[in-house]
């Protein structure tokens, strides 16, 4: 194997004499010291999404301890890496979902409702790490969630940022704890037992209440216990992700959280006539995390099949991108949003950084995820074709560098 | 003010006795009557409840009272074909052809008096249920007694075409029955020819005595049998009528599709039929205008703008239906005396939009009483009609309109004009 | 040219050799068992031709550049040089694909009789207005179907569940017909009835009985009495032959008593079996049960089939799937259990006749876009995902599921002598980006994707033009792009992921960020200014303003 490697790198060497592949970059990979893991992995095509959106054909990815090393065409390996060839595959950055519950696998542990505003609970301790519908959202791509509480209360708490490894413990997985607020503007956290937040206007009060309180303690330079991670969002060292839904709620939210609050803020779902707002998104520079719906008929009621995420994609807001809101949408059909957004004319390009880079920057996490990039976490997928279509299969998942599924090994789980 | 205290002058000079009230003269400012158009100026000779001339700028004939309305604008009294105003709301549940919506009619009840307060002097019972409920009653809002009060018994068969196997299926098991009756009937008719013929070939053979038996033979031809075919049951004479052409029928339709519904159990047959559909945002019927246009049938609808499924841009059903050719009768909203008061207002709507104007005026005169088949009698002002008449002060779309007087067959029942 | 000379005679020469040919390369040949389409054309007669483009027929062929011409609502032809009357519609799609109008099984009564109604409870009053009328008469139809059917109350009941649903509730003004068509199906199944969806009448539209008995796999005791009934039919049909045979006046005829009639249906050939089963177990046992008696069975769900796929193979199974389903394995199984992706693939190998159907049978219109019948070219595409070929892939959603519903001598392919339902689409019917573009149903436009509100804004195309007879100018060119595809010849495409055929549409992302698609327009939203539809009235200048946004409903 090691010959044939030497005979591909001695071709390309000789194709890379002649070709022009723009911007150098490192053109070997570094040697391994001692007590260092390595893997270099070769690929049919490799879609980098990085800055010059290059796409290495074929492609080689290689890592060391879990960090990108080396992306680019094939190139001569060091001693000690562990190779693996998948010359028929794609090499494509791993998905990330903005908005999973899947955390504790199932639908329950999504609510605590008691409070109307739960700002200091966490999403952590319900998860099961390693559970089924994470391994199978692992298995179909998606390699980062941010498992959150569910929307029944105006804040519903702190989110964590979890890599799907397939067996694993919290610790080694998860990625940020918390890793951001959850908030629910409108469409779900109203009160019907008689405390304040029946109406929009009570909904309204209750977050500016809370955060009022926040930003207080931030300007005494107090630490407030019950309030610690809120505070911490408004000095915008966490982001926040708000649920909202309808032009006038998913405008509300743009309004408070960004023009009132100035936090780092993205609006989730956008759905039921909330893409006719996309504009005011847009000169507000709000990200829009959309999904599960992804299109509108009877709230727009324009005769036609509104194509939402087409809509919000073509205003031009910073960093677009789609979520299942799991498991309303399995997880592992995270793929299907980025599918039927490109159907709708979001070129497919777009769409697969709308599952990937995207969500990344959106969150600012994309000093380690969304592209395949030197410095970034190995959460490298296989792909047999292009990952918008259904048609393609994964062949290998790897997280940090480290194969988490493999279809040769553990058959097709999706 | 002026107007009011100038009529009752008119009419206090014009009628001095009860007897002299059965000829009078109306002179308006404008009628609009229908059947003739617009008429400045018009003068309406009316005799013993029913009109007799109606010309522009008639000279009357010395004798006949006068009443001077010169600013009124007067129109044929405002039907409504299909309402169950004054009856149980709640109904029943039946489908039996035979039942009789004037079963339910209670006499001497306010809400006749507030109906013709509204100017509508005639109505169109029609009886509760689905399928084939059964028949409706034409009913003038005013009258002690149950047969003072109607007009026309049956008026219409109410139908309802759906499309599903079991609504189909009421419309065809009642064609067959009437079939078999036919057949029935026609077998009967076989055998009493039959028997006609042996009977003849019995007396041809006595006629040989003739002198004999004269007066037998004067008897037998005397005694000649006629053919009396046996009645129809109750639930197959309606269809009978139907068919024969003395009974119409009005059927409700929800969708464009129940018309092809409808034609596929209508097949061959030929009946006079108008379609009613209420109309709700959303709906298809703009399929089949056309279609309707082209028969040159008759619709009933509500004075109701609708969505175009799926969107919020604004249809006329009745404009286009109208447009398209089909003949257009508008009742009001719902079945309450607030809705029948607002009845022209929505109607006037409907003509802001785009409905031709006489055409609006028509759909709630002279097509409902067509619906009712009492379209020679009502709906028009003109010579030979029950003088039903309505009085207002301006164009009777104008929603700033005074309602002067309600006429009710030749008599003022109703508003300022009442002596 | 030297060329020309070749091609006329290499079209001589194919001619000439047509009968022996065994694969017609251009489908000239009538199908077996009919009589040849007559070529006395009476003046009634219609013609649509659809001229220059890819042409999938669905029995594993493509047909480049080619002509197919439909006369009276049925394919005539389908090749090169096909000549064109005079007064035929002619659909100019160079640069389109034709394929065979999909079928959808398990389709819900909404897409035939729905009405638009973003309330779901509108449907159910709807059917309660008539249900109260419905009841009386709807037991009179169940005693004369008891009658029929000798009295098999629970068959008679199925009968006529679908009897009263079918053509007599069809609506071909239907929103939700309209977006079935829109999807590229053209024909669906409901209530085991094969429906067709036209659009300009009422009568035709259900296409046959569905040649379809149900039998309940359900629970032990549903199972003890399926075998029962059929050993019983069986035990009858032995006597009832014998008897006949003997031909003895004088001994009674064996009585039908308590045989079940779709039993005997299926024994007799008259009719197919249809259960639904999942489990492996419960597959293993109606594949013994088709191998004692001698039926091949549809079985609808097929969950587990994976597993005991080379029986249900040597059983003659046809399996309707759902690629996507998913039911976790328990774990207290020891073998294999559960879903699998690769359900479709591996029964398929087996030699199982694989159909798939959509997640779900309604039109979903509330926003969750890709799991509702609309879907289904996407369920194809992940059974292709699970390793089926393309090709099997397209006729799992088109020639199988019509074979199960005994009128495959209609649908599912584009064959000489069946039904003109076909689609014309920008690019391969199962890639995510094509949308369709026309869809025909017995060679009239039943779907125009420019002519509906729906999706006219998504990814615009331009018009494709039909004309009345082929104008002058382009006679010539017809004719050369006719010759010109002659060299090329039809091939029979495998796999077309392959990369055989150039895809139209890029298949892998672009490297340049933010550029739309290279479509000749550029997409433009128009959420406010829908395209008006051609017969409606302009609304008048003093339009009132809309009216206020209804409450939204919560997301689920």
């Given at each position: 194997?090691?010959?044939t490697?030497?005979?591909?790198?001695?071709?390309?060497?000789?194709?890379?004499?002649?070709?022009?592949?723009?911007?150098?970059?490192?053109?070997?990979?570094?040697?391994?010291?001692?007590?260092?893991?390595?893997i270099?992995?070769?690929?049919?095509?490799?879609?980098?999404?990085?800055?010059?959106?290059?796409t290495?054909?074929?492609?080689?990815?290689?890592?060391?301890?879990?960090?990108?090393?080396?992306?680019?065409?094939?190139?001569?390996?060091?001693?000690?890496?562990?190779?693996?060839?998948?010359?028929?595959?794609?090499?494509?950055?791993?998905?990330?979902?903005?908005?999973?519950?899947?955390?504790s696998?199932?639908?329950?542990?999504?609510?605590?409702?008691?409070?109307?505003?739960?700002a200091?609970?966490?999403?952590?301790?319900?998860?099961?790490?390693?559970?089924?519908?994470?391994?199978?959202?692992?298995?179909?791509?998606?390699?980062?969630?941010?498992?959150?509480?569910?929307?029944?209360?105006?804040?519903?708490?702190?989110?964590?940022?979890?890599?799907?490894?397939?067996?694993?413990?919290?610790?080694?997985?998860?990625?940020?704890?918390?890793?951001?607020?959850?908030?629910?503007?409108?469409?779900?956290?109203?009160?019907?037992?008689?405390?304040?937040?029946?109406?929009?206007?009570?909904?309204s009060?209750?977050?500016?209440?809370?955060?009022?309180?926040?930003?207080?303690?931030?300007?005494?330079?107090?630490?407030?216990?019950?309030?610690?991670?809120?505070?911490?969002?408004?000095?915008?060292?966490?982001?926040?992700?708000?649920?909202?839904?309808?032009?006038?709620?998913?405008?509300?939210?743009?309004?408070?959280?960004?023009?009132?609050?100035?936090?780092?803020?993205?609006?989730?779902?956008?759905s039921?006539?909330?893409?006719?707002?996309?504009?005011?998104?847009?000169?507000?520079?709000?990200p829009?995390?959309?999904?599960?719906?992804?299109q509108?008929?009877?709230?727009?009621?324009?005769?036609?099949?509104?194509?939402?995420?087409?809509?919000?994609?073509?205003?031009?807001?910073?960093?677009?991108?789609?979520?299942?809101?799991?498991?309303?949408?399995?997880?592992?059909?995270?793929?299907?949003?980025?599918?039927?957004?490109?159907r709708?004319?979001?070129?497919?390009?777009?769409?697969?950084?709308?599952?990937?880079?995207?969500?990344?920057?959106?969150?600012?996490?994309?000093?380690?995820?969304?592209?395949?990039?030197?410095?970034?976490?190995?959460?490298?997928v296989?792909?047999s074709?292009d990952?918008?279509?259904?048609?393609?299969?994964?062949?290998?998942?790897?997280?940090?560098?480290?194969?988490?599924?493999?279809?040769?090994?553990?058959?097709?789980?999706? | 003010?002026?107007?009011?205290?100038?009529?009752?002058?008119?009419?206090?000079?014009?009628?001095?006795?009860?007897?002299?009230?059965?000829?009078?003269?109306?002179?308006?400012?404008?009628?609009?009557?229908?059947?003739?158009?617009?008429?400045?100026?018009?003068?309406?000779?009316?005799e013993?409840?029913?009109?007799?001339?109606?010309?522009?700028?008639?000279?009357?004939?010395?004798?006949?009272?006068?009443?001077?309305?010169?600013?009124?604008?007067?129109?044929?009294?405002?039907?409504?074909?299909?309402?169950?105003?004054?009856?149980?709301?709640?109904?029943?549940?039946?489908?039996?052809?035979a039942?009789?919506?004037?079963?339910?009619?209670?006499?001497?009840?306010?809400?006749?008096?507030?109906?013709?307060?509204?100017?509508?002097?005639?109505?169109?019972?029609?009886?509760?249920?689905?399928g084939?409920?059964?028949?409706?009653?034409?009913?003038?809002?005013?009258?002690?007694?149950?047969?003072?009060?109607?007009?026309?018994?049956?008026?219409?068969?109410?139908?309802?075409?759906?499309?599903?196997?079991?609504?189909?299926?009421?419309?065809?098991?009642?064609?067959?029955?009437?079939?078999?009756?036919?057949?029935?009937?026609?077998?009967?008719?076989?055998?009493?020819?039959?028997?006609?013929?042996?009977?003849?070939?019995?007396?041809?053979?006595?006629?040989?005595?003739?002198?004999?038996?004269?007066?037998?033979?004067?008897?037998?031809?005397?005694?000649?049998?006629?053919?009396?075919?046996s009645?129809?049951?109750?639930?197959?004479?309606?269809?009978?009528?139907?068919?024969?052409?003395?009974?119409?029928?009005?059927?409700?339709?929800?969708?464009?599709?129940?018309?092809?519904?409808?034609?596929?159990?209508?097949?061959?047959?030929?009946?006079?039929?108008?379609?009613?559909?209420?109309?709700?945002?959303?709906?298809?019927?703009?399929?089949?205008?056309?279609?309707?246009?082209?028969?040159?049938?008759?619709?009933?609808?509500?004075?109701?703008?609708?969505?175009?499924?799926?969107?919020?841009?604004?249809?006329?059903?009745?404009?286009?239906?109208?447009?398209?050719?089909?003949?257009?009768?508008?009742?009001?909203?719902?079945d309450?005396?607030?809705?029948?008061?607002?009845?022209?207002?929505?109607?006037?709507?409907?003509?802001?939009?785009?409905?031709?104007?006489?055409?609006?005026?028509?759909?709630?005169?002279?097509?409902?009483?067509?619906?009712?088949?009492?379209?020679?009698?009502?709906?028009?002002?003109?010579?030979?009609?029950?003088?039903?008449?309505?009085?207002?002060?301006?164009?009777?779309?104008?929603?700033?309109r005074?309602?002067?007087?309600?006429?009710?067959?030749?008599r003022?029942?109703s508003?300022?004009?009442?002596? | 040219?030297?060329?020309?000379?070749?091609?006329?005679?290499?079209t001589?020469?194919?001619?000439?050799?047509?009968?022996?040919?065994?694969?017609?390369?251009?489908?000239?040949?009538?199908?077996?068992?009919?009589?040849?389409?007559?070529?006395?054309?009476?003046?009634?007669?219609?013609?649509?031709?659809?001229?220059?483009?890819?042409?999938?027929?669905?029995?594993?062929?493509?047909?480049?550049?080619?002509?197919?011409?439909?006369?009276?609502?049925?394919?005539?032809?389908?090749?090169?040089?096909?000549?064109?009357?005079?007064?035929?519609?002619?659909?100019?799609?160079?640069?389109?694909?034709?394929?065979?109008?999909?079928?959808?099984?398990?389709?819900?009564?909404?897409?035939?009789?729905g009405?638009?109604?973003?309330?779901?409870?509108?449907?159910?009053?709807?059917?309660?207005h008539?249900?109260?009328?419905?009841?009386?008469?709807?037991?009179?139809?169940?005693?004369?179907?008891?009658?029929?059917?000798?009295?098999?109350?629970?068959?008679?009941?199925?009968?006529?569940?679908?009897?009263?649903?079918?053509?007599?509730?069809?609506?071909?003004?239907?929103?939700?017909?309209?977006?079935t068509?829109?999807?590229?199906i053209?024909?669906?199944?409901?209530s085991?009835?094969?429906?067709?969806?036209?659009?300009?009448?009422?009568?035709?539209?259900?296409?046959g009985?569905?040649?379809?008995?149900?039998?309940?796999?359900?629970?032990?005791?549903?199972?003890?009495?399926?075998?029962?009934?059929?050993?019983?039919?069986?035990?009858?049909?032995?006597?009832?032959?014998?008897?006949?045979?003997?031909?003895?006046?004088?001994?009674?005829?064996?009585?039908?008593?308590?045989?079940?009639?779709?039993?005997?249906?299926?024994?007799?050939?008259?009719?197919?079996?249809?259960?639904?089963?999942?489990?492996?177990?419960?597959?293993?046992?109606?594949?013994?049960?088709?191998?004692?008696?001698?039926?091949?069975?549809?079985?609808?769900?097929?969950?587990?089939?994976?597993?005991?796929?080379?029986?249900?193979?040597?059983?003659?199974?046809?399996?309707?799937?759902?690629?996507?389903?998913?039911?976790?394995?328990?774990?207290?199984?020891?073998?294999?259990?559960?879903?699998?992706?690769?359900?479709?693939?591996?029964?398929?190998?087996?030699?199982?006749?694989?159909?798939?159907?959509?997640?779900?049978?309604?039109?979903?219109?509330?926003?969750?876009?890709?799991?509702?019948?609309?879907?289904?070219?996407?369920?194809?595409g992940?059974?292709?995902?699970?390793?089926?070929?393309?090709?099997?892939?397209?006729?799992?959603?088109?020639?199988?599921?019509?074979?199960?519903?005994?009128?495959?001598?209609?649908?599912?392919?584009?064959?000489?002598?069946?039904?003109?339902?076909?689609?014309?689409?920008?690019?391969?019917?199962?890639?995510?980006?094509?949308?369709?573009?026309?869809?025909?149903?017995l060679?009239?436009?039943?779907?125009?994707?420019?002519?509906?509100?729906?999706?006219?804004?998504?990814?615009?195309?331009?018009?494709?033009?039909?004309?009345?007879?082929?104008?002058?100018?382009?006679?010539?060119?017809?004719?050369?792009?006719?010759?010109?595809?002659?060299?090329?010849?039809?091939?029979?495409?495998?796999?077309?992921?392959e990369?055989?055929?150039?895809?139209?549409?890029?298949?892998?992302?672009?490297?340049?960020?933010?550029?739309?698609?290279?479509?000749?327009?550029?997409?433009?939203?128009?959420?406010?200014?829908?395209?008006?539809?051609?017969?409606?009235?302009?609304?008048?200048?003093?339009?009132?303003?809309?009216?206020?946004?209804?409450?939204?409903?919560?997301?689920?």
């Open positions: 194997m090691k010959l490697l030497l005979k591909l790198a001695g071709g390309v060497m000789s194709v890379l004499a002649f070709a022009d592949l723009g911007r150098a970059q490192t053109e070997s990979l570094p040697a391994l010291e001692p007590g260092q893991r390595g270099a992995i070769h690929v049919g095509r490799a879609i980098t999404l990085d800055g010059d959106d290059r290495h054909q074929p492609g080689l990815v290689a890592a060391i301890d879990g960090r990108i090393v080396y992306v680019g065409r094939p190139s001569a390996v060091p001693a000690g890496y562990e190779v693996v060839e998948r010359p028929q595959t794609w090499a494509v950055p791993g998905m990330i979902d903005l908005h999973a519950h899947i955390g696998a199932g639908f329950g542990d999504l609510n605590d409702s008691v409070f109307s505003v739960g200091e609970l966490r999403s952590a301790p319900a998860i099961v790490p390693g559970n089924p519908l994470l391994r199978t959202a692992c298995a179909a791509g998606v390699t980062t969630l941010f498992l959150i509480p569910g929307s029944g209360t105006s804040i519903g708490g702190f989110g964590t940022l979890f890599k799907t490894r397939t067996r694993t413990t919290f610790d080694r997985a998860v990625f940020a704890n918390p890793g951001g607020m959850k908030v629910a503007q409108t469409h779900n956290p109203e009160r019907r037992a008689g405390d304040v937040g029946a109406t929009r206007a009570g909904l009060w209750v977050l500016a209440e809370v955060n009022g309180r926040a930003r207080a303690a931030n300007a005494a330079g107090v630490e407030d216990f019950a309030l610690s991670a809120l505070q911490r969002v408004h000095r915008r060292e966490l982001p926040v992700l708000i649920h909202c839904a309808g032009s006038d709620g998913t405008a509300a939210a743009v309004r408070m959280w960004k023009l009132q609050y100035d936090t780092h803020s993205v609006i989730s779902h956008g039921l006539g909330g893409h006719r707002v996309a504009a005011f998104a847009a000169a507000a520079d709000m829009v995390n959309h999904g599960p719906r992804t509108d008929f009877f709230v727009s009621r324009t005769g036609a099949v509104e194509p939402s995420a087409f809509h919000y994609w073509k205003s031009g807001l910073p960093n677009f991108s789609l979520n299942t809101d799991s498991p309303v949408i399995p997880q592992h059909e995270l793929l299907l949003q980025g599918t039927m957004s490109a709708q004319g979001v070129p497919s390009s777009q769409a697969l950084r709308a599952l990937t880079l995207h969500p990344a920057r959106a969150f600012a996490i994309d000093h380690r995820l969304g592209s395949l990039e030197v410095g970034k976490d190995a959460d490298v296989l792909w074709g990952p918008l279509d259904p048609r393609s299969r994964v062949e290998t998942v790897l997280i940090e560098g480290e194969i988490q599924y493999d279809r040769a090994v553990h058959g097709q789980w999706f | 003010m002026k107007l009011f205290a100038s009529a009752l002058l008119a009419i206090a000079t014009a009628l001095p006795s009860a007897a002299a009230q059965d000829v009078f003269a109306l002179r308006v400012g404008r009628a609009e009557t229908i059947g003739q158009g617009t008429l400045d100026h018009a003068v309406i000779l009316v013993n409840g029913v009109i007799t001339v109606v010309g522009q700028d008639l000279p009357v004939e010395r004798g006949i009272p006068i009443i001077d309305l010169p600013d009124a604008v007067v129109m044929p009294g405002l039907i409504n074909c299909r309402t169950r105003i004054g009856v149980d709301g709640r109904g029943g549940g039946g489908a039996d052809i039942a009789r919506a004037s079963a339910e009619l209670y006499p001497r009840q306010d809400v006749w008096e507030e109906l013709l307060a509204t100017g509508t002097t005639t109505l169109g019972i029609y009886p509760p249920g689905n084939i409920p059964g028949l409706a009653a034409a009913v003038r809002p005013a009258g002690d007694t149950v047969a003072a009060m109607v007009l026309k018994d049956p008026a219409y068969l109410q139908l309802y075409l759906r499309s599903d196997r079991g609504s189909k299926k009421l419309f065809t098991d009642a064609f067959e029955k009437l079939d078999k009756y036919l057949e029935k009937v026609a077998k009967e008719r076989e055998k009493f020819d039959k028997d006609n013929e042996k009977s003849k070939d019995k007396d041809k053979d006595k006629d040989k005595d003739k002198d004999k038996d004269k007066d037998k033979d004067k008897d037998s031809k005397k005694n000649a049998p006629e053919f009396k075919p009645q129809p049951d109750d639930d197959v004479r309606p269809v009978l009528d139907l068919i024969t052409g003395r009974l119409r029928a009005v059927i409700g339709i929800r969708k464009a599709g129940d018309w092809l519904h409808l034609l596929d159990v209508m097949g061959e047959r030929k009946f006079e039929f108008d379609l009613q559909c209420d109309l709700r945002d959303d709906l298809d019927l703009f399929y089949i205008a056309e279609e309707v246009g082209k028969r040159g049938l008759r619709v009933i609808f509500d004075p109701t703008i609708i969505q175009h499924p799926g969107t919020r841009r604004e249809r006329s059903m009745p404009a286009e239906f109208a447009k398209a050719g089909a003949k257009l009768a508008l009742s009001p909203r719902s309450s005396v607030e809705a029948h008061r607002d009845w022209l207002n929505q109607v006037g709507e409907l003509v802001r939009y785009g409905l031709d104007r006489q055409i609006a005026l028509r759909a709630v005169t002279l097509e409902p009483a067509h619906v009712l088949g009492l379209g020679d009698k009502l709906g028009s002002i003109e010579a030979g009609r029950t003088a039903n008449l309505v009085f207002f002060d301006r164009d009777p779309f104008d929603p700033a005074r309602l002067l007087g309600v006429m009710l067959d030749g003022f029942v508003g300022e004009l009442l002596p | 040219m030297k060329i020309r000379n070749l091609i006329t005679l290499l001589a020469a194919s001619l000439a050799a047509l009968p022996l040919m065994p694969f017609a390369r251009a489908q000239d040949e009538a199908p077996e068992g009919e009589a040849a389409p007559t070529e006395v054309d009476t003046e009634k007669d219609t013609y649509v031709a659809v001229v220059g483009a890819d042409i999938y027929t669905g029995t594993g062929e493509v047909l480049r550049g080619a002509t197919m011409l439909v006369r009276s609502g049925k394919i005539r032809r389908i090749g090169y040089d096909v000549f064109i009357p005079e007064n035929a519609r002619v659909v100019h799609a160079a640069g389109y694909r034709v394929y065979p109008g999909m079928v959808a099984l398990s389709a819900s009564t909404r897409i035939t009789d009405t638009l109604s973003a309330d779901p409870w509108s449907a159910v009053e709807d059917a309660v008539g249900r109260a009328v419905t009841d009386k008469v709807a037991d009179e139809l169940v005693e004369d179907w008891v009658e029929e059917w000798e009295g098999d109350f629970e068959t008679a009941q199925a009968f006529d569940e679908a009897a009263l649903r079918s053509s007599d509730s069809y609506d071909p003004f239907s929103s939700y017909l309209v977006l068509l829109a999807a590229g053209t024909s669906v199944e409901s085991n009835l094969p429906i067709k969806l036209r659009r300009d009448k009422i009568e035709d539209v259900v296409m009985d569905g040649g379809l008995v149900a039998f309940n796999w359900g629970g032990a005791d549903a199972r003890r009495t399926v075998r029962a009934d059929f050993e019983k039919a069986a035990a009858y049909l032995r006597e009832f032959r014998a008897w006949e045979a003997a031909g003895d006046k004088s001994v009674k005829e064996p009585s039908r008593r308590g045989v079940n009639s779709g039993a005997l249906r299926v024994l007799k050939g008259e009719a197919r079996p249809k259960f639904s089963a999942d489990g492996a177990n419960d597959l293993l046992g109606i594949a013994r049960l088709a191998q004692t008696f001698g039926f091949r069975p549809v079985i609808d769900g097929c969950r587990e089939g994976w597993i005991v796929a080379d029986e249900l193979g040597r059983a003659g199974v046809t399996a309707i799937v759902q690629p996507r389903e998913r039911r976790a394995k328990d774990e207290m199984m020891v073998g294999p259990a559960g879903s699998s992706i690769e359900n479709a693939a591996i029964l398929h190998k087996a030699g199982v006749q694989v159909a798939v159907k959509a997640m779900n049978g309604n039109v979903d219109l509330s926003g969750i876009a890709g799991r509702d019948i609309l879907a289904l070219a996407l369920d194809a992940f059974a292709v995902r699970g390793g089926m070929s393309d090709a099997a892939a397209l006729q799992s959603v088109t020639l199988v599921p019509a074979r199960i519903l005994g009128v495959d001598h209609r649908i599912g392919s584009l064959e000489i002598g069946k039904d003109a339902d076909f689609l014309i689409t920008d690019g391969d019917l199962l890639h995510y980006e094509t949308h369709v573009q026309l869809a025909f149903v060679g009239e436009v039943a779907y125009d994707k420019n002519a509906e509100l729906y999706y006219a804004h998504i990814r615009p195309q331009p018009p494709i033009k039909i004309t009345e007879g082929i104008p002058p100018a382009e006679e010539t060119k017809a004719a050369e792009d006719g010759e010109s595809d002659e060299t090329k010849g039809a091939e029979k495409a495998g796999d077309d992921s990369g055989k055929d150039p895809e139209p549409k890029p298949d892998e992302p672009a490297p340049k960020p933010d550029e739309p698609t290279p479509k000749p327009e550029e997409p433009e939203p128009k959420p406010d200014e829908p395209t008006p539809k051609p017969e409606e009235p302009e609304p008048k200048p003093d339009e009132p303003a809309p009216k206020p946004e209804e409450p939204p409903t919560h997301p689920s």
